[in-house]
DNA sequence: CTGAAAGCGCTTACAG
DNA sequence: CTGAAAGCGCTTACAG
């Protein structure tokens, strides 16, 4: 019913196979033919069937983004949609389509993932989180398929990733609130089998540690990356007998969960406690106070990461395994002492 | 390379059909070969090839979805994400891949989406929005291409769409404030070549006509979906001599703009203006004071999009052309006039 | 209940 | 510079 390349091929007077070398823009034709092929394309409405392209090719231009399965909930926090962008960005102007797949547990993720590569559905795929001993990287590496991901694995530590300096991110926003003259500084972290999470806690510990400053164990807290993981951890803080007087949280979503909290409880906010926290989505910006933010540049990570794997799919040199994304501490009214307190 | 339905047939001993019968669940097939082959596919670790299976099918198990060419500016707001959040869950729960595609310009939207009909690339479109004539949905019909607008079209009443009912939502929200005893009520609308800034233009004005209130033209502006939008909106109503002491925004994240404004420039809300949007993202609820929003179901309106797309696609009977998302109004402080004030 | 054969729409050595 | 032929991995009438 639509029209193939052996009705273009009869209509011009040629072989299918002149048909698909015009196509492909085989060298060793002659113009004429090319043009009156082409003009043939054009007027028949010619165009190419993707599959039985794949089919032959073993290509799909397509790459698969593998969204982590609570997902639900994530998306809700401006981290996907933000990274999705740049994949999408970057992926369309190199004229790869994309696709999405999700699972709601960890075989669901790792069976949709195998369908994606095994059924050559994609040339490559994206995965968007980093956790510890992970199935999936597991299952890319063994099939020897292109992929990378947007994080850090310590398992694989040879795999292609576009990530940020967690470690040095974290050491960056306590180092600030050091700087604030903070000496009782917590830590709101997420999810402790993700990698981000321990990074960046490594980091908080680093700048204590520098400064010489105590860290009690009742000032870490972990949570998801939820508001209301920070306001339960902000009530925990604050019926702390030595409690807090700063504090980083893991996302902003986080701290903003922290800061609605006391706000409701009539705390003042930087002045009874300082905040900082990651990603710099918009909220941050607009709450009152602004809160204070580590800029990890969202849709740079998802842009770069298209960009890695695209040229690994085409068998492009990469010259660089380990890509990373600068950060930036945004510094807004939540960690800055003014002066009319 | 990868194990083939001929290498399954070869280790089981039967023909390459048969397997093929096992996988489709063909019912005139014996249990007992049913179990070996299945057994050998295991073993073997077989996994169909989607591409051979579509050519010869015709079909992809996958729908696109065509992102509004402003995506970029677009995904800052929350609509998008949540809309496809809902897209893929639905769609990934009845089975269907999901596939991304978007373009610059109108013509590469309509060069996208071709390139997926065209190609059979997917059995499926989703729409996220609908602007006057538009060439997409032009061509989709043309095609007689299974797709669903999430939206309104006024050139084609009769195709598969999923929307609010925009003018009774904007009619709520101004009959909201007039309900708070606003008399001078503006309205911040979006670009006017959509057809959501229309309806709830047109529902904005009926409430207004009701309630015989006076609309001076002036109390109308019309930008896009962003907070600058609101800004300008906002300091252009504040310098007005006669200026309105309520306002209908057609997007939280533009009343979240005048709300912004106000607040740089001393003004109370709601007690020098009041205000109302759309949409209920998470920025209304966040903001100081909580702004007043229509919540319009986003995820429902995607997670609806998708099953009748998918309905469609299948071939099953459609009871309704046009679903209507239901609307609900979360009154806060932004429009609620408090005693304390 | 099962097999042989044709075909989906394309690409690509192999010849010439 | 171009064509005939084989083949990518599957499905599906048609027979039996």
Redesign the pocket.
């Known amino acids: 019913?639509?029209?193939?390349?052996?009705?273009?091929?009869k209509r011009a007077?040629?072989?299918?196979?002149?048909?698909?070398?015009v196509?492909?823009g085989?060298?060793?034709?002659?113009?004429?033919?090319?043009r009156k092929v082409k003009e043939i394309m054009q007027e028949m409405g010619?165009?190419?069937?993707v599959?039985?392209?794949s089919?032959?090719?073993?290509t799909t231009q397509t790459i698969g983004i593998l969204l982590p399965r609570s997902a639900e909930e994530l998306f809700l926090n401006l981290f996907f949609s933000e990274i999705i962008r740049g994949v999408v960005t970057q992926s369309t102007r190199s004229g790869y389509d994309l696709m999405m797949t999700t699972g709601t547990s960890e075989s669901e993720e790792v069976e949709a993932v195998t369908r994606l590569v095994k059924g050559?559905r994609v040339d490559g795929v994206i995965l968007l989180y980093s956790r510890k001993s992970d199935p999936v990287i597991a299952f890319l590496k063994e099939q020897d398929f292109p992929f990378v991901l947007v994080g850090r694995s310590e398992d694989y530590p040879d795999i292609l990733a576009v990530d940020n300096n967690n470690v040095q991110a974290a050491y960056d926003a306590t180092r600030h609130l050091i700087a604030q003259g903070h000496k009782r500084i917590g830590f709101v972290s997420g999810p402790p089998n993700l990698i981000v999470s321990r990074d960046r806690m490594i980091g908080y510990k680093k700048a204590m540690q520098e400064a010489s400053l105590d860290i009690q164990s009742e000032w870490i807290v972990e949570g998801e990356f939820l508001q209301e993981s920070g306001y339960r951890a902000m009530s925990f803080f604050m019926n702390l007998p030595h409690r807090p007087t700063a504090l980083v949280a893991i996302d902003d979503i986080v701290a903003f969960g922290v800061l609605r909290g006391l706000t409701e409880l009539g705390y003042k906010v930087p002045q009874d406690l300082s905040l900082v926290g990651f990603n710099n989505i918009s909220i941050s910006e607009l709450a009152s106070p602004p809160i204070s933010s580590i800029d990890i540049g969202i849709y740079q990570l998802g842009y770069t990461a298209s960009q890695t794997l695209i040229r690994a799919v085409k068998g492009e040199s990469i010259h660089q395994r380990h890509i990373i994304i600068p950060h930036r501490l945004v510094a807004r009214e939540s960690s800055l002492h003014t002066n009319q307190e």
């Open positions: 019913m639509s029209v193939t390349i052996i009705d273009v091929a007077g040629v072989s299918p196979s002149t048909v698909s070398r196509i492909s085989h060298p060793r034709i002659s113009p004429a033919t090319t010619y165009h190419p069937n599959m039985a392209k089919l032959v090719s073993k050559r």
